[in-house]
Each structure stands twice: as structure tokens, then as C-alpha cells.
């Protein structure tokens, strides 16, 4: 079973940064993203990016804002958020699949972190 735990969560004005971890147990390298559940809506797809991290895809919401990136020596998966709106309220959610595909559908997500929240103040 691999465990993905999330740090890097917390409160922050609008216009502001936040930068999002994720670590992976294990040694096996996995398609990684970022998911986001805001108060009343359903999850929804953020951010993922290949087990080479050669290939990233975008929500349209977040494009030019947010940047992913991994690191597989430390089997770790970043999340930099910059320009944060009020409506990037969420909690978010790390995910590991075998592809980008299944992480963009939502549908193919192997292994899910616990979550963890992001406020942006208005």
C-alpha cells in the first residue's frame, strides 16, 4: 500500500503563495496530480504530471498560475501556487495512478493523500 502524505497547506490573502508536498512511500514511480475539493462541490482535477515529470496537464483554472514539478530521487511531487484566488479554496487532494490520463479522468486514481486545506483570504 503506498501512503502519499501532503504538507505546505494553510491560510494566505489573496494574491499571495502557496507551495504544496507530496510524498510518496515506497520506491515504485507513479503518475502523480493534484485534486481539489472546495465546501459544496465535487472534486475536481487540478494538475498532473508523468512518472518522468516530462509531461504536465493543466486545469484551465489554474493555468499560468500554478506549477508542478517532482523530484524522484526524494519520490516527492510539488505544487506551486501563486496568484491565489479566494475560489482556489479547497482542501487538496495529492493522487498516484499509472498515467496521466487515468489521473485527468479522476476515474483511475490508484492511491489518495489525506488531504489538506488552503484558505485564500479575500
Known amino acids: 500500500q503506498v501512503q502519499l502524505v501532503e504538507s505546505g497547506g494553510g491560510l494566505v490573502q489573496a494574491g499571495g503563495s502557496l507551495k504544496l508536498s507530496c510524498a510518496a512511500s515506497?520506491?515504485?514511480?507513479?503518475?502523480m496530480g493534484w485534486f481539489r475539493q472546495a465546501p459544496g462541490k465535487e472534486r475536481e482535477f487540478v494538475v498532473c504530471?508523468?512518472?518522468?515529470?516530462?509531461?504536465?496537464y493543466y486545469a484551465d483554472s489554474v493555468k499560468g498560475r500554478f506549477t508542478i514539478s517532482r523530484d524522484n530521487a526524494k519520490n516527492t511531487v510539488y505544487l506551486q501556487m501563486n496568484s491565489l484566488k479566494p475560489e482556489d479554496t479547497a482542501v487538496y487532494y495529492c493522487?498516484?495512478?499509472?498515467?496521466?490520463?487515468?489521473?485527468?479522468?479522476?476515474?483511475?486514481?490508484?492511491?489518495w493523500g489525506q488531504g489538506i486545506q488552503v484558505t485564500v483570504s479575500s
Open positions: 493522487a498516484a495512478s499509472g498515467d496521466t490520463p487515468a489521473l485527468r479522468s479522476g476515474s483511475g486514481v490508484w492511491y
Open positions: 504530471i508523468s512518472r518522468s515529470g516530462g509531461r504536465t
Open positions: 515506497g520506491r515504485s514511480s507513479y503518475a
